[in-house]
């Protein structure tokens, strides 16, 4: 299968702006948000962040962009936020090319959108939902499942020691 577009989401704990158009992520989650057992649902989290990094095959697609995102207890058809992005208004934000690609590079239209939600309810465990929607096109930018501790696990809620850093190698 020929894949079009693609892409990728961060869930973190905060996004934030740089000068030099850098962006600094903070608090970034792997695979899963866990709780302490103890914790009840539903939980509010102060502030939490999710990174979209969404691409597709310049000049592949001309529809509009819509942006869903699914938090736990949302149905498959009523996402918790959609965020519309206007095809036009996406590429005149585009700027000319600078330099010309070379052999091993292709051209691609790329969306890098930050999302902050403050504070965030979540009702109940389950995994928060990432999808972009182009035409009939559906991309899955990834999921975060939320949930609490299992009783066989050992997770430390706390600082970890960072692993030591090796030696510069010759």
Known sequence: MERNSWGFSLFVDDVRSEMGG???IMGLYQSDMIFPASQDFPLVLPRFGIL???Y???NYFTDDLVVRVF???DS???????MPFSRVALNAAVPPRQHELE???ESVFNLTYPILISPLVVKQEG???VRI??????????????????PDENIQFGTLPMPPVPPNQP
């Not at 929607?133 to 299992?150: D, E, F, P, Q």
């Open 22 to 24: 850098k962006m600094s």
């Open 52 to 54: 979209i990094k969404y």
């Open 56 to 58: 597709e095959v310049q």
């Open 71 to 73: 938090l736990p207890g």
């Open 76 to 82: 498959k058809d009523a996402p918790s936020m959609i």
């Open 103 to 105: 052999e091993d590079q």
């Open 127 to 129: 995994f928060v939902k």
């Open 133 to 150: 929607v182009c035409g009939g096109v559906t991309t899955n930018l990834g999921s975060l499942m939320i949930r609490k501790a299992r």
